[in-house]
T-cell receptor
């Protein structure tokens, strides 16, 4: 199947700093990518829809100024957590689709803010 | 978006067939049903998708009754490596619509030796 890769797999940062997470579709072009957040023992929660060449669409309750999304090419979307705080510590996952019916997920990024 | 309901957890012994049922009473005409598997600290992995009746692939079968208000994922002869959380998702296959789905609670399957 298609491959979606996230980088880094895990990151530890100090409170108040910013962290960038990359999501790449390695063998296909993805006009749309999605970003999810998952807290321990909870389900995935959709944060935003990343559209190539346009602004991202954020779900209700997600601060767009805190979670900056850039989808500059058909194979790359980035999520930047700005001024991170311990409560932002979570597992962040992106997904992209090669077709309209099957979404491929990245391996996830574990963010720990200390 | 149709809401889904699954059992929170299930236990099964190795070698047994496991059936996980998902309820989606408000499924729409254009909605498809998809199941994903997620291991700890990994992204979900596509297992199977269907619209009605029965779908089978190399890893699982999906049974969907005529009213489509529920679906059952069947895993034949599970092994310890099948221990994971299984999510049932329902969504429209139209462009851009399907992937934007809401993940339910999922079913945590524990396979016992």
């Amino acid at each position: 199947g298609a491959v979606v890769s996230q980088h880094p797999s895990w990151v530890i940062c100090k409170s108040g700093t910013s962290v960038k997470i990359e999501c790449r579709s390695l063998d296909f072009q993805a006009t749309t990518m999605f970003w999810y957040r998952q807290f321990p023992k909870q389900s995935l929660m959709l944060m935003a829809t990343s559209n190539e060449g346009s602004k991202a669409t954020y779900e209700q309750g997600v601060e767009k100024d805190k979670f900056l999304i850039n989808h500059a090419s058909l194979t790359l979307s980035t999520l930047t957590v700005t001024s991170a705080h311990p409560e932002d510590s979570s597992f962040y996952i992106c997904s992209a689709s090669k077709t309209t019916w099957e979404a491929f997920f990245g391996q996830g990024t574990r963010l720990t803010v200390v | 978006l149709a809401k889904t309901t699954q059992p929170i957890s299930m236990d099964s012994y190795e070698g047994q067939e496991v059936n996980i049922t998902c309820s989606h009473n408000n499924i729409a005409t254009n909605d498809y049903i998809t199941w994903y598997q997620q291991f700890p600290s990994q992204g979900p992995r596509f297992i199977i998708q269907g619209y009605k009746t029965k779908v089978t692939n190399e890893v699982a079968s999906l049974f969907i009754p005529a009213d489509r208000k529920s679906s059952t994922l069947s895993l034949p002869r599970v092994s310890l490596s099948d221990t994971a959380v299984y999510y049932c998702l329902v969504g429209d296959m139209s462009s851009g619509g399907y992937q934007k789905v809401t993940f339910g609670t999922g079913t945590k399957l524990q396979v016992i030796p």
